[in-house]
């Protein structure tokens, strides 16, 4: 009987895009940087071409650390304070026409939903929805993040805010705060945010949160955000680190690494350096990790090889997507 893994480990190809953590193949400069915005207490920056694996650094580096984890992606739609905590204004109006017992006052906490940044710095103080400890008590929050972060440092956790070249200007400015000073407060009830004091003696040379926001650059991000944050691009990876790469994921998939994976691996990496030369040669976007990934996860199941008449009917399919002059695919 194969063994049972937790959810937030839950992988395979159902789930090709994974954000467990779980397989991750981190270069010096990574690991590195990663050093540094720790040590800094700065924000990690993460830019770099869709599919370099941008977004699935802060879940690794949480699950190496036993560290809680949480996530928020940005959409245009995001307001500035939907990473600290939201309000339901709607709901405390439609409560605001019932009569309430006389001398009882509304509990405006009760309408509070706290934002990921919340979590992070304040998890006691979230489930409370910002209540006074030892006052008094509604209802109470659940962690958004409950199942992943069952077992986990309480003291320490990982944020990973993703995309968020793709909201307004004023969501990057509105966090310049919050990320330096750790502190905010919820107007609607005026309770001041900070970070709890951890439960157990921790190291006091490193932070113990680490953010890690990524961008695609779809738009410039405001200088003086960039320059709060530890700055990494990722580049392109090399023949020998995507044959790396692979041979870490095919380990987790159905039947593990057989003796003729990693040749298979090797052999796609080297095609996926003459796609790139090609693809560079014609103007259109280079194949990146995640799509060589998809490249041998499909050669592996469908047993196709490099170089036949199946593989010239994948590489379109997969590693070379040309752009109309509209923007859409073919």
């Known amino acids: 009987m194969p063994e049972e893994r937790p959810a937030d480990m839950a992988g395979g190809l159902d789930t090709p895009d994974r954000s467990d953590g779980l397989v991750y193949v981190m270069s010096e400069e990574i690991e590195f940087a990663v050093e540094v915005a720790l040590a ?22 949480a699950r190496l ?49 706290p934002g990921v940044l919340w979590w992070a710095l304040a998890p006691e103080s979230a489930r409370r929805r910002g209540r006074a400890a030892g006052g008094r008590r509604g209802s109470d929050c659940k962690d958004p993040f409950e199942e992943v972060n069952r077992g ?27 990320l330096g000073s750790h502190r905010f407060r919820v107007i609607e009830t005026g309770a001041e945010i900070s970070t709890e004091a ?31 944050c530890v700055d990494l691009t990722l580049t392109e990876h090399s023949e020998d680190l995507l044959v790396r790469i ?25 095609e996926l350096m003459k796609v790139r030369a090609q693809a560079a040669a014609d103007g259109v976007r280079s194949p990146s990790t995640a799509e060589y990934l998809d490249a041998v996860r499909a050669c592996r199941a469908l047993d196709i090889r490099p170089g036949s008449a199946a593989w010239r009917r994948l590489v379109p399919l997969l590693l070379v997507k040309r752009q109309q002059a509209t923007g859409g695919l073919v």
């Open 152 to 178: 986990r440092d309480p003291d320490c956790a990982v944020v990973l805010i993703d995309e968020i070249d793709k909201a307004e200007p004023d969501v990057p400015n509105s966090l310049l705060v919050p």
């Open 198 to 228: 951890p439960r157990r003696p921790v190291e006091t040379e490193r932070a113990r949160h680490l953010i890690v926001i990524t961008t695609n650059e779809e738009r410039e991000l405001p200088h003086a955000f960039k320059r709060r």
């Open 40 to 61: 800094t207490g700065r924000p990690l920056l993460l830019s770099g071409l869709p599919g370099s694996g941008k977004s699935s650094l802060a879940p690794r580096v």
């Open 65 to 113: 650390r036993n560290w809680r984890y949480y996530e928020h992606v940005v959409t245009y739609r995001t307001q500035p304070r939907d990473l600290l905590w939201s309000y339901d204004s709607v709901r405390r109006l439609g409560d605001a026409q019932v009569p309430r017992p006389r001398g009882q006052a509304r509990d405006d906490a009760a309408y509070v939903q």
């Open 246 to 270: 692979a041979t870490a994921h095919i380990e987790e998939w159905p039947g593990g690494v057989g003796s003729k994976d990693r040749e298979l691996a090797e052999t796609i990496a080297h």
